[in-house]
């Protein structure tokens, strides 16, 4: 059920109003109950106390129960008491009617028991009471004529219930009053509403519902124009600024039928507008007629079974059988069939639309016939293109291996001319240091082997001229050992120790150990069999090995060296590796560390020029042997070099 505005607000406002009347009215009467009750109490505990004192007064004058009677029945005439009750004990704690009576409830027994207390009571008229009951507790005057009483004692109690009728008629009436100015409160206040809500609501509302009604009638010139200094004004110019939007609005849609319209009848692609349910066409550009021959009255009055291969109507269908989506392309390639027979290949793209509530197909024709030339055309060049590779192909791929011998033929030269460059700085650089020092050290020995002739053991000097012969041979090893990497031996290869050719190049290598911080630790297998090979080449592949490792470590660090003999194919080899503790070998260059020419240090003034690993596996592959490149767990880079074990004249 539809109610209206003014209703509406009138049962909220009437709502709110009666609950707030009735949460003051429930806050009102407990108020005022608790007043009551509060007010009875005081009094019944004034009237208590004052019938106390007068019972008081009449003992100390002498007086007895019937003067104690007589004070009583005073009280009881006062207009609102309902009831006086005296109670007392005597020894043997057994309560007796002097004048009173005995106790009828708890408060009666608390009283006697030395404890005051009030209470609320409804009497069988119906209206409440309030009830005090104080006990009588003997005083020291007391004690003076009753000598069995002591001071504290508890010798009754007095009872006084007064009435609250004439307080609860006062209220009844202040209620009444109240009940009365809320309605009436109630009532001008939902007039008041009822006319500001006629005033500032309905009225503002019926204005932009009769504009609502002109827009969509199409009166888009009509404004609302209120004046009313609120939020309806607000909402009345949103509204005559949306009425403008809407003209503009429709002004740029009329435009925009007017340019869809000019972009189909000049399109040079048919488009066609196909009526699913029908069957038929509805609607078609000038381009269908230039493409069909047919006018455009005759192309509404076809289907697609005139225009189309019996074949092709399953593949043309199916966009209106749900294929395009609801809104989606779909392109075919087909055969339509002209006026005069011709049949003419075109590229269908459908697209489902809804217009005035209808599902329609519009369709996009586009001739390809000339790209379809264009096609063959390309088909039959790219055939003649495809033999003239077949036949130049034969022509490249013996080109080809001649040019895979000739790089073949370069590498090797480039390998065999860096080796003599090298051999021939070194032998140059051996000549030189065997010129410079081999005079001074066979002298330098023959003068120490004289004195040490002239000089008795037991003398001092004899010990510091043994040092001077060691060194002086030692040096001479080291000479004898660069001469030997500098110019190997013209004989090929011979039997050798693989830990005798590392040994060898230390010692050449001993001076970069002494200038940086690098330290050798050594395993060596002390019964490593021999090997067959070229000493000085070997050097040469250990002393790369080690300047690789010095770098990678910038000069700080340790190289493990340690030799072993393993078995590889049914083959003995013996192995030495070699372990850094630098950063390793990057895995994306593993396979490149071995190419000529790669390095990953920097290029420059004859040094660096990525050649030291590849002569090391070209020496080894002379050698019958490899080198391998890994990376420990522990960090750094390992290299192995393996060599085959020689046992006699054959090598096993």
């Not at 009102?28 to 208590?48: D, F, P, V, Y």
């Not at 309030?130 to 002591?150: M, Q, S």
């Not at 073949?408 to 032998?427: N, T």
């Amino acid at each position: 059920m539809r109610i209206n505005l003014s209703r509406r607000f009138t049962l909220y406002i009437c709502g709110i109003l009666l609950a707030g009347i009735s949460a003051f009215q429930h806050m009102e009467r407990r108020t005022h109950s608790g007043l009551i009750e509060e007010m009875g109490a005081r009094e019944a505990r004034k009237l208590s106390t004052a019938v106390f004192e007068q019972l008081h007064t009449s003992m100390k004058l002498g007086g007895g129960d019937g003067e104690n009677s007589a004070v009583l029945e005073r009280f009881r005439r006062i207009p609102g008491i309902e009831e006086i009750r005296v109670m007392r004990a005597d020894d043997s704690a057994r309560l007796v009617d002097a004048p009173g009576g005995r106790p009828r409830d708890g408060l009666d027994r608390l009283a006697l028991a030395g404890t005051a207390s009030d209470s609320i009571e409804v009497s069988s008229e119906g209206h409440r009471s309030a009830r005090h009951v104080t006990p009588v507790i003997v005083t020291g005057e007391c004690t003076a004529c009753h000598a069995a009483w002591h001071a504290g004692a508890v010798t009754g109690a007095v009872s006084v219930a007064v009435s609250l009728r004439d307080h609860e008629l006062a209220i009844a009436s202040h209620r009444s009053a109240f009940l009365v100015w809320g309605a009436g409160i109630l009532l001008a206040a939902t007039l008041a509403v009822l006319a500001l809500v006629r005033r500032r609501l309905l009225m503002p509302l019926a204005r932009l519902r009769e504009g609502a009604e002109a827009i969509s009638s199409g009166r888009l010139d009509f404004r609302v124009g209120l004046r009313t200094g609120d939020e309806m004004e607000q909402v009345a110019e949103a509204f005559d600024c949306m009425a403008v939007t809407l003209i503009k609005a429709t002004a740029d849609l009329r435009d925009l039928g007017e340019k869809y319209s000019r972009l189909v009848s000049t399109a040079a692609d048919t488009i066609v507008l196909r009526d699913p349910g029908a069957g038929k066409y509805i609607d078609a550009n000038p381009a269908a007629s230039a493409l069909l021959g047919y006018s455009k009255d005759e192309l509404l009055e076809m289907t697609p079974e005139d225009l189309f291969q019996p074949e092709d109507m399953r593949a043309y269908l199916r966009p209106c059988c749900g294929g395009t989506g609801g809104g989606g392309g779909l392109f075919e390639e087909l055969l339509v069939r002209r006026k005069d027979g011709g049949l003419v290949p075109v590229e269908v793209a459908a697209s489902v639309l809804e217009l005035n509530g209808r599902r329609c197909i519009q369709e996009i024709w586009r001739d390809i016939s000339k790209r379809k030339a264009l096609e063959e055309t390309i088909r039959m060049h790219v055939h003649e293109l495809e033999e003239t590779v077949r036949s130049r192909t034969f022509e490249l791929d013996r080109s080809l291996e001649e040019l895979k011998e000739a790089y073949a033929k370069l590498k090797s030269s480039e390998q065999k001319f860096i080796q003599s460059a090298k051999l021939i700085s070194m032998g140059e650089m051996g000549a030189g240091i065997a010129h410079e020092l081999n005079s001074p050290l066979a002298g330098i020995l023959s003068i120490t082997e004289v004195l040490m002739k002239r000089t008795g053991k037991d003398d001092p000097k004899y010990f510091l001229l043994e040092k001077i012969r060691d060194a002086a041979v030692r040096s001479k090893y080291i000479i004898m050992d660069v001469l030997t990497y500098s110019r190997p031996r013209r004989d090929g290869h011979a039997p050798m120790f693989l830990n005798e050719a590392i040994r060898a190049t230390l010692t050449i290598f001993i001076s970069e150990i002494k200038t940086r911080s690098i330290e050798i630790i050594e395993d060596f297998d002390p019964v490593l069999p021999k090997v067959h090979g070229n000493k000085g080449q070997v050097m040469e592949v250990v002393l790369n090995i080690l300047k690789n490792a010095r770098d990678a470590m910038d000069g700080k660090g340790s190289i493990f060296i340690s030799t072993r003999t393993v078995e590889s194919e049914g083959r003995a080899y013996s192995l030495a590796e070699f372990r850094d503790t630098g950063p390793g070998v990057p895995e994306e260059i593993k396979d490149n560390v071995f190419d000529p020419f790669f390095t990953t240090k920097e290029k420059g003034g004859g040094n660096n020029i990525g050649l030291g690993l590849s002569i090391s596996q070209s020496i080894l592959k002379e050698h019958d042997g490899w080198i391998e490149v890994d990376n420990h767990p522990d960090g750094g880079a390992v290299l192995r070099i393996f060599l085959p074990v020689f046992v006699g004249k054959t090598r096993i």
